[in-house]
């Protein structure tokens, strides 16, 4: 997808799922039990969990996935769908009808279940894929599956990297030797697990730095660990750059396998940007946020050096506050999918409140939870008063405020829509500023 194409909903495809979907829960009743527990217990749809189904061949069904949108595999056994969100289809031509639900870990379902010594797990532990059936009920099976991307590899290498990846250096005085030991990490993975298995550990890592920095992020993980699910719902994960960095963490993210899909500008009231990035073999999606103005956004601002300037807008002070979001810092947000509604519910009274939806379209709705507040460093502060880059109220409030750092974002999609809202997001974005926002220091 390039920069000037634009998402669209897709009924027919929605329709065909929830068709699909029904039918499953009409004939299961462990499948019935997951949907309604993942919604009361963790404010998220079954709908968003489906990974695949495997139907049996009919050339009804050939029909339908055609009307849906879907497109073939060359040997027309597999389906997928190019415009949307939506689960694949495998065609079975012995007749099973299978549903596979996504999780960060078969075994932590298993274990969450309460399934132990009931069901068998089909691939060794740190398999690049393993899957178990958790339930058959009418000739309705119910599967759950975790999928990390490339080729087997030797256990102690993926614990080695993974280990490398977690425990990763962040904090350098000059920020393009933390991007240099950032690549050459990346780089010793892919030589020994290839760039998919490399890109699944890396984000998992990333998922686990930011957690440990936003409470709301713990207190969800922890309901959906319950269930044994993980993050498997993860939507996109969102960077901060400031505008010296981005294109050094672009070509990283490349050598990761992603691509970058469409461009987003906010507008010149807002200042800001972003790239869209994906990493098609193993569902990563990335929104990265710079300071852009109006010209720029018409360049390869991903791939050009953007020059330096002295004025910070609101992406690039939350850098020089906090770090670099792929360094320091950690990532702004992460983007889950969920019934926007009952999560919003739910979490509140667990003292984790949302600010006003940014979006709430028919197809589209997002918020942020209130913002996790970080102080800030001395150094930082000084560093950015002596440049003139902010005033000595503004410096006094960070220093006995702090700023705010990360959140978790609250997004339910309908409809397959694949993209995001380019309007009415400025908003919500200044107010994130650490300029303005209000902000109470953690105690």
Sequence with gaps: MTADMKWTTQPAGASFVRDKLDGFL???SFIRTLRDRLLHETGTRL???????????TDDLVRQLHEAGYTPSDDKSHWRHGGGLFPNVEL???GEQRLFVKVESVADFVLAWRLTGKVTIEGVPLA????????AENQAECWVIEHHGGPPAEPAKILHHHEAFRL?????DDDRDGFTH????IRAGITDLGID?????????EREFWQLRNRAARIQKARQDKLGMGWANHDHHTYRSGRDNFAPMIAILEELGFYCRERFYAGREAGWGAQVLEQPNTGIVIFADVDLSPEEVTGDFSHEPLPHRKELGTVGLWCALHGEAFLQAGMHHLECQFDFNAAREQLKPQ????MKPFTDFAYLRQAFTKGEVWPVAEDRITRLLNQGRITNEQAMKFRTDGALGSHLEILQRDDGYKGFNQTGINEIILKTDPRHAETTRPK
């Design 92 to 94: 079975s031509t012995h």
């Design 168 to 172: 990763r250096k962040r904090d350098f």
């Design 351 to 354: 003292g984790v409140d949302s």
């Design 47 to 57: 709908f968003d969990w489906i990974a695949r189904f495997t139907l049996p061949a």
């Design 182 to 185: 950032s690549r050459d990490l």
């Design 26 to 28: 009409e004939a299961n």
């Design 128 to 135: 690049p894929v393993r899957q178990a059936m958790v339930a």
């Design 197 to 205: 298995r490399t890109c699944d550990l890396f984000f998992q890592a």
